[in-house]
Every structure is written in structure tokens, then in C-alpha cells.
T-cell receptor, first 115, second 109 residues
Framework: EPEVTQTPSHQVTQMGQEVILRCVPI?????FYWYRQILGQKVEFLVS????????KSEIFDDQFSVERPDGSNFTLKIRSTKLEDSAMYFC?????????????FGSGTRLTVV | AQRVTQPEKLLSVFKGAPVELKCNYS??????LFWYVQYSRQRLQLLLR??SRESIKGFTADLNKGETSFHLKKPFAQEEDSAMYYC???????????FGQGTILTVHP
């Protein structure tokens, strides 16, 4: 069964540093998403991406965040200047059609620790 | 705005007992509802989607529009069902999912 792949699985970074989290969505999927889960809290939507542009973003997704699909296969989330409160598990997801019938496939996540 | 509520943070049952994980939503239109399961900090896995009315691993969930609920049920719980269960709502045009707080299910032997 096809999978969404995320790298790295765990990243530790110093406060103020830039980080890039990488994702390889399922190849025939057209809609891409980032979610985050702070330890002990629920999964929160960050951003959706379709047709090479952001289609929707949450209040969390401020100017420190950006997404990119640089080469037609990778889908990246960049945090420009990390803060302690950015420490969380970040999940990438993709969907064939952006609608419920097909579901959404999640990656195994990147645990980001900001120190 | 749509909202998903899972009122129980923790649920414990014994093996073989019935289990029901509650989920209520608020949305005025036609919702798309899902149950996701997360085993021991692994990836979120799709368990059920209301639109397909399927049964996976013995779990079922029925959308009740009158009660705005989408409770997850299994008649006989197994130890391997122990996990975090998230109810999720999707309905926007680009497929954003809104998750409930999650319910940790523990099935005791």
C-alpha cells in the first residue's frame, strides 16, 4: 500500500534556527497538508496545498511558516525562526481528491524539538 | 465553524466487552466524518469514513444527523484495539480535517 514518507523522523534544533521538514506524498495525490500535534494535545491543521499554491491555512500558520513543492515529488514545511512552542510532531498528509470519500493518508511524522 | 467533540479523554474496558467512543459534531451542512486511530505514537491511520459505511477491524460508526453524532462502536473489544482514537471532520472544499481531542482506549485482559 502506498505511503506518505516524512524525513527526518526526529529533529532537534536551537531556538531561532530555520528548519525544513520534508514529505513525499503519494504520487497520484493532488492535495497536500501539514498538521501538527503538540505533546498531549489534539492534531491541528496548519495548511493545505493544491495546484502549487496554498488553498487554506490556519491561524497557527503565520509568516514564520512556508510550504513548497520544489520538484513535483517533495512537499516541504519551513519554519524560519523556530520558537520553543514550535516543538511538536508534524504530520504530512495527502489526498487524491481533497474530498472525504478517498480519505487522507498521513505520514509517520517528524518530531521537532526546539531547545 | 465546524467543531468536533470527543467527550471522553480516557476509556477503559475489559477484553470482550462492548465499546463505544463518542463523537459529536457541529456543522449546518453535510459533514464528512472519519475515525482515525493512532497506535503508540505511530502515524494516524484511517479507520472508518462515514461515506463508505464500512466495518474495519470489527468497528462500525453510524452518522446520526439528528443527534449530530458519529459514535464508534465495537461489540467485543480486543487488547490490540488499545490506541488513541480521533474523530475528524472534513467538509471544506480543499479537504482540511478538524480533529477532536481524541480518546485513549485501553482494553484490559
Amino acid at each position: 500500500e502506498p505511503e506518505v514518507t516524512q524525513t527526518p523522523s526526529h529533529q532537534v534544533t536551537q531556538m531561532g534556527q530555520e528548519v525544513i521538514l520534508r514529505c513525499v506524498p503519494i504520487s497520484n495525490h493532488l492535495y497536500f497538508y501539514w498538521y501538527r500535534q503538540i505533546l498531549g494535545q489534539k492534531v491541528e491543521f496548519l495548511v493545505s496545498f493544491y495546484n502549487n499554491e496554498i488553498s487554506e491555512k490556519s491561524e497557527i500558520f503565520d509568516d514564520q511558516f512556508s510550504v513548497e513543492r520544489p520538484d513535483g515529488s517533495n512537499f516541504t514545511l519551513k519554519i524560519r525562526s523556530t520558537k520553543l512552542e514550535d516543538s511538536a510532531m508534524y504530520f504530512c498528509a495527502s489526498s487524491e481528491a481533497g474530498r472525504g470519500f478517498y480519505g487522507y493518508t498521513f505520514g509517520s511524522g517528524t518530531r521537532l524539538t526546539v531547545v | 465553524a465546524q467543531r468536533v467533540t470527543q467527550p471522553e479523554k480516557l476509556l477503559s474496558v475489559f477484553k470482550g466487552a462492548p465499546v463505544e467512543l463518542k463523537c459529536n459534531y457541529s456543522y449546518s451542512g453535510s459533514p464528512e466524518l472519519f475515525w482515525y486511530v493512532q497506535y503508540s505514537r505511530q502515524r494516524l491511520q484511517l479507520l472508518l469514513r462515514h461515506i463508505s459505511r464500512e466495518s474495519i477491524k470489527g468497528f462500525t460508526a453510524d452518522l446520526n444527523k439528528g443527534e449530530t453524532s458519529f459514535h464508534l462502536k465495537k461489540p467485543f473489544a480486543q487488547e490490540e484495539d488499545s490506541a488513541m482514537y480521533y474523530c475528524a471532520f472534513g467538509g471544506t472544499s480543499y479537504g482540511k480535517l478538524t480533529f477532536g481531542q481524541g480518546t485513549i482506549l485501553t482494553v484490559h485482559p
